[in-house]
């Protein structure tokens, strides 16, 4: 069936380091590809997110990248600071379209000062 | 506006009993959804609804039942609790895909838990 797999479930970096997480997905109809973080207890929030037709949209410390043919796609966070410490999804639509979007398992990240 | 307001924050359910999460929503989205996250995992896709008086299953509906019959509001009714239910229910909001953005818009979530 159509799932999103994200890799890796922990991620602990010093500050100021990059921190890259990964996702792969199965749909290759999929055309839309979404980031969310949530904090401890938090509601899930949207970072950024990127369409089939762009490789790579950047807002300031944060970048995702997408490669079609490979059906994956990363988030990259430079810089790293200690409130970037969070859970990170990645998410791929179910079937194709923009909504009804199936998470990855999330990526935990601990950014140490 | 409020955004996605979802009740009851925290329940407690024992094994067999009923209940409905409500979900409300006051953007005038099309879209609206219902997801699980169990501790430590990822959000799972229970039902969603394109509009009023259309809805669909998602990855994991067993067990739950929903109704869409106004833009506003989308409850999540739980029949015959079980302990595998035992989660964080978040309810969402988002445009149509005709506009430009897929982004969901989370309620703060409500913990349910049965005994």
């Known amino acids: 069936g159509e799932n999103v797999e994200q890799h890796p479930s922990t991620l602990s970096v010093q500050e100021g380091d990059s921190a890259v997480i990964k996702c792969t997905y199965s749909d290759s109809a999929s055309n839309y590809f979404p980031w969310y973080k949530q904090e401890l207890g938090k509601r899930p929030q949207l970072i950024i997110d990127?369409?089939?037709?762009?490789g790579e949209k950047k807002d300031q410390r944060i970048a995702v990248t997408l490669n079609k043919t490979a059906k994956h796609f990363s988030l990259h966070i430079t810089e790293t600071q200690p409130e970037d410490s969070a859970v990170y999804f990645c998410a791929a639509p179910l079937s194709g379209g923009y909504n009804k979007l199936i998470f990855g398992a999330g990526t935990r990240l601990a950014v140490h000062p | 506006n409020a955004g996605v307001t979802q009740t009851p924050k925290f329940r407690i359910l024992k094994i067999g009993q009923s209940m409905t999460l409500q979900c409300t929503q006051d953007?005038?989205?099309?879209?609206m959804y219902w997801y699980r996250q169990d501790p430590g995992m990822g959000l799972k896709l229970i039902y969603y609804?394109?509009?009023?008086?259309?809805?669909d299953k998602g990855e994991v509906p067993n067990g739950y039942n929903v109704s869409r019959s106004t833009t506003e509001d989308f409850p999540l009714r739980l029949e015959l609790a079980a302990p595998s239910q035992t989660s964080v229910y978040f309810c969402?909001?988002?445009?149509?895909?005709?506009?430009?953005?897929?982004?969901?818009?989370f309620g703060e979530g409500s913990r349910l838990t049965v005994l």
């Open positions: 609804s394109v509009g009023a008086g259309i809805t």
């Open positions: 969402a909001s988002s445009y149509s895909v005709t506009t430009n953005t897929g982004e969901l818009f």
């Open positions: 953007m005038n989205h099309n879209y």
């Open positions: 990127i369409r089939s037709n762009v």
